[in-house]
C-alpha cells in the first residue's frame, strides 16, 4: 500500500509547561488532494489519457554504450503514473495535488526536551500521484519539534533545574536562611556559616519531570558571593577592622569621596 510523505514543524513553549504539559496550536502546510480533479490533474469533463512515451508502463528503457547496458528508469514524460494530461485541471494545473493550510492542537507531554518532537500520525501528506492519484493509502505523519524558550533564571541541565543565586558576603560568612523560586511554590534553603563561592545546595523533587517516568529532578541552587561597589563609611569602617583582625596585608588607604571635600571645604 502507498504512503504519503511525513511532515514537519516547529512549536515553543515556555519551561513552564515543560513542568506540567501543555497543548499547542500548530499551523502548517500540506499538499493535499485536488478537489476539483480528485487527483487525476484532468480538467472537469476530461479524463487523463495512456501514457504514448512509455505505453502506460509508467517506465521507459535506455540503453547505453552501444546497447551493452540496459536501464530502466522513471518515464519522463507521465512521472510513473503510466497517463497523462492534455486538458489540465485550472486548480492545481494538472499536478493532481494544492497546498492546503491546516491548523491543528497538538498535545506535549510534561518533561519533553528541547529538540523532542511530537508524533501526530496521518497528519501527513497523502501518497504521491505516481503512486495514488486519488490519495488512497497511507498518509504520513506529521513531526512536531519542540522548542524550549530560555527561562530568565533557571537554566535546564536533564531534569534538574540550576540557579545562581547572588549572596552577599556576610550571608555567606554568617549564613543565611534563603527563600528560592522555584516553577511552583517558593523553597527554603538554609546556607551555613562559611559557605564559600559556588558551593551547591539542592532541592529534591523542585526540578521537572521524566518524560517516562514523570519523577521529579531536583533544583540546584550555586552560590555567587556579590561584593558591594559602594560601601557606607560604617560598612567601610566595619571592614577595615575586620581586615586589622585577619591581619590581611595590601588593603588600600581610606579614601573620600568628591561631595566629602566638598563638605570639608564648605565646614571650614
Given amino acids: 500500500m502507498a504512503r504519503g510523505f511525513d511532515l514537519e514543524t516547529e512549536v515553543e513553549i515556555d519551561l513552564e509547561d515543560v513542568l506540567t504539559g501543555t497543548t ?13 480533479c480528485t487527483g487525476s490533474g484532468a480538467a472537469p469533463g476530461s479524463k487523463p489519457v495512456r501514457c504514448e512515451t512509455c505505453a502506460g508502463q509508467g517506465v521507459v528503457i535506455q540503453t547505453g554504450l552501444g546497447g551493452m547496458f540496459r536501464m530502466q528508469t522513471v518515464c519522463p514524460a507521465c512521472h510513473g503514473r503510466r497517463e497523462t494530461v492534455k486538458d489540465k485541471c485550472p486548480a492545481c494545473r494538472g499536478r493532481g495535488r494544492v497546498p492546503k493550510s491546516r ?17 501526530v500520525p ?12 486519488s ?3 497511507v498518509r504520513g505523519d506529521l513531526h512536531v519539534v519542540v522548542r524550549v524558550s530560555e527561562h530568565e533564571i533557571f537554566k535546564r541541565e536533564g531534569d534538574h533545574l540550576v540557579l545562581e543565586m547572588p549572596i552577599s558576603f556576610t550571608q555567606a560568612a554568617l549564613g543565611a536562611h534563603l527563600e528560592l523560586p522555584t516553577l ?18 539542592r532541592v529534591p ?7 517516562r517516568s514523570g519523577r521529579r529532578g531536583d533544583l540546584v541552587m550555586v552560590t555567587r558571593i556579590e561584593v558591594p561597589k559602594k560601601l557606607s563609611e560604617k560598612q567601610e569602617r566595619l571592614l577595615r577592622e575586620l581586615a586589622e583582625e585577619e591581619k590581611a596585608g595590601g588593603i588600600l588607604p581610606e579614601t573620600h569621596g568628591f561631595w566629602s ?6 565646614g571650614r
Fill in 184 to 201: 511552583e511554590k517558593p523553597a527554603s534553603v538554609i546556607v551555613p556559616k562559611g559557605s564559600q563561592h559556588g558551593a551547591v545546595f
Fill in 103 to 119: 491548523k491543528l492542537e497538538v498535545s506535549i507531554p510534561a518533561g519533553i526536551r528541547d529538540g523532542q518532537a511530537v508524533r
Fill in 205 to 211: 523533587g523542585a526540578g521537572l519531570p521524566a518524560l
Fill in 122 to 133: 496521518g497528519e501527513g501528506e497523502p501518497p504521491a500521484p505516481e503512486a495514488s492519484p
Fill in 24 to 36: 499547542a496550536d500548530v499551523e502548517f502546510t500540506r499538499a493535499d488532494v485536488c478537489d476539483t
Fill in 135 to 137: 490519495g488512497a493509502g
Fill in 261 to 266: 571635600k566638598i563638605k570639608d571645604f564648605l
